[in-house]
């Protein structure tokens, strides 16, 4: 019996949790949770591309006949553990929406990493009030170190420094969703979607049986293992994937600060190992720690077994304590799938992918809650003006998932932070690239250094770091041309460039809605502009207020 075997084995017996225990992203928390999600993770290193996958799975369809029944709802949302919060936005704002969610809609015990800006959109939205956000932050830490093997840290208050109970969130978000009027369909599936003229049929199947429910639109918030994802990137790998693993401990007697990012070893079997570690709520000596690291999907990168095996023997390394001193509490594990054709682009009409099911997290990030959160406002005003305009068609979807330069140009940071099988870099070359990169950030302050930290691209700061990057370490561009490669290099300069134009046009956006409201615009003009405003904020990090 493995090391992880047998500690997930004692935890599942001291503790009783397994069949019950919340769903989402890394929620599974058992031996056979860990058995079935590598057993994903190897269909994934192992599956066909192009024609060799065969024909895609058929999950939504879409016919030219009327639906022949009564829309009960404006919007389904389909997975609910982060779907309530974009549910009960909507409701607020006065669309009968429906979540349905195939488990039971609770947060799990795992507290959620976050920063307080994060946490300003859902009080903006209406989804919480600021008191139900402050009684669901279970702790607050600073200072949060970044720091590479063989360069000084990097200090920072008020990034990512927040414990937040997720079961707290979604219970206070369930109460004022159903307050106004929303409908939860728990512990039922979606079997499929047919997508007709007049709405989109769900069928579904629950406690009580088979079901169908007419919607105007289905939103997608069922992640990357949503079927309807599955569908429409079907014969695509994913372009990366951040592997990740870890564990809530009790025994740290040092446990009052984070590390956001951290390394403290050089490459090794192709692959960068980084640490992220903060104090739980659960106790003084409680800590979270995350080992991950960011590699491609070919068939001889490790399970999540073997990397947890890696894990027991480098965290105590790591933290600088025995791992006999310890007691685990809890053990994390998952992947994060990336793809650079995102955000995802509707393939139906009446049918829309939000959050992690869009690809709208950074290539760099876990997703989830806080990837959701920043777009929410966003994704909110987007879906209710679609429904208001019948501005259901895929066309007009798409603009809510526009093309963000700053998104797609995330990816050669995640590609400079990678290593391929048949690479043999020098091996502190990423610890080099990155303590240079935070290092010249930090010098120009936190308008530079914070909105990085939380995934937000802006074309001033960036310019201005990668300036300072080769001024300080000129010797780095070769390195980084050999890891990155030029087509790469060349594909970024191009989003870098629109990333600049869309800075440029949404400082001017107040004068050119000015005079584009001079003239005659019905509803669904209203809607195109007001994505196309949206599509430039957002795609140039606009959107984050320091």
Request: glycine content about 10%; hydrophobic content about 40%.
């Amino acid at each position: 019996m493995s090391r992880t075997e047998r500690i997930l084995q004692e935890l599942e017996t001291r503790q009783g949790y397994g069949a019950n225990d919340a769903g989402g992203a890394g929620a599974g928390i058992t031996w056979n949770a860990l058995q079935r999600v590598d057993g994903v993770w190897s269909s994934i290193r192992n599956m066909k591309v192009g024609e060799a996958a065969g024909p895609a799975p058929e999950t939504v369809k879409s016919v030219s006949t009327p639906i022949g029944q009564t829309l009960e709802f404006d919007v389904a949302i389909c997975g609910g553990t982060l779907g309530i919060f974009v549910a009960t936005a909507l409701a607020v704002r006065g669309i009968k929406t429906a979540v349905v969610e195939r488990g039971v809609v609770a947060g799990r015990a795992q507290e959620w990493n976050i920063s307080r800006k994060e946490l300003q959109e859902i009080i903006e939205t209406g989804v919480l009030t600021a008191e139900e956000v402050e009684e669901a932050i279970s702790i607050e830490f600073n200072p949060n170190r970044c720091g590479f093997n063989g360069g000084e840290d990097v200090w920072v208050e008020n990034v990512l420094n927040l414990g937040v109970s997720p079961d707290i969130l979604i219970q206070k978000a369930k109460q004022r969703f159903l307050a106004h009027g929303g409908t939860l369909l728990e512990k039922t599936g979606l079997s499929t979607v047919t997508v007709h003229p007049d709405g989109a049929k769900l069928a579904l199947e629950g406690p009580e049986g088979a079901r169908t429910v007419g919607v105007q639109l289905m939103l997608d918030c069922m992640g990357h293992v949503s079927p309807v994802v599955r569908q429409l990137r079907h014969g695509h790998k994913p372009d990366g994937v951040c592997l990740t693993v870890g564990a809530i401990c009790r025994g740290f007697e040092n446990n009052t600060t984070s590390d956001v990012i951290y390394t403290c070893e050089p490459i090794s079997d192709h692959r960068q190992v980084f640490w992220e570690a903060f104090p739980a709520g659960s106790g003084p000596t409680d800590r979270t720690t995350y080992m991950f690291t960011y590699i491609d999907a070919e068939p001889d990168r490790p399970s999540l077994t073997q990397l947890l095996e890696e894990y027991w023997d480098a965290m105590p390394r790591y933290q600088g304590v025995e791992l006999e001193q310890l007691e685990p509490l809890r053990v994390l594990f998952g992947f994060f799938p990336t793809y650079r054709n995102s955000p995802l682009q509707p393939g139906f009409d009446r049918v829309l992918q939000i959050g992690d099911a869009s690809g709208i997290q950074s290539p760099l990030s876990f997703g989830g809650f806080g990837a959701l959160s920043r777009h929410l406002k966003r994704i909110t005003n987007g879906v209710v003006e679609a429904v208001e305009a019948d501005c259901l068609d895929k066309e007009s979807l798409a603009m809510i998932n526009a093309y963000s330069p700053g998104l797609s140009g995330a990816w050669l940071f995640q590609k400079a932070m990678s290593v391929q099988l048949s690479a043999k870099p020098s091996g502190n070359l990423i610890n080099n690239i990155l303590a240079t990169n935070f290092g010249t950030m930090e010098k120009l302050g936190d308008p530079v250094l914070k909105p990085f930290l939380q995934d937000v691209v802006q074309w001033g700061p960036l310019a201005q770091t990668m300036a300072g990057m080769m001024v300080t370490n000129p010797t780095l561009l070769p390195g980084i041309l050999a890891s990155v490669g030029v087509n790469p290099l060349v594909d970024w300069l191009g989003h870098f460039s629109a990333l600049g134009a869309y800075d440029v046009l949404y400082r001017l956006s107040d004068p050119l809605t000015t005079a584009r409201e001079a003239l005659p615009m019905d509803s669904k003009q209203r809607f195109a502009w007001n994505r196309q405003v949206e599509a430039w904020e957002y795609g140039s990090g606009n959107d984050y207020k320091l």
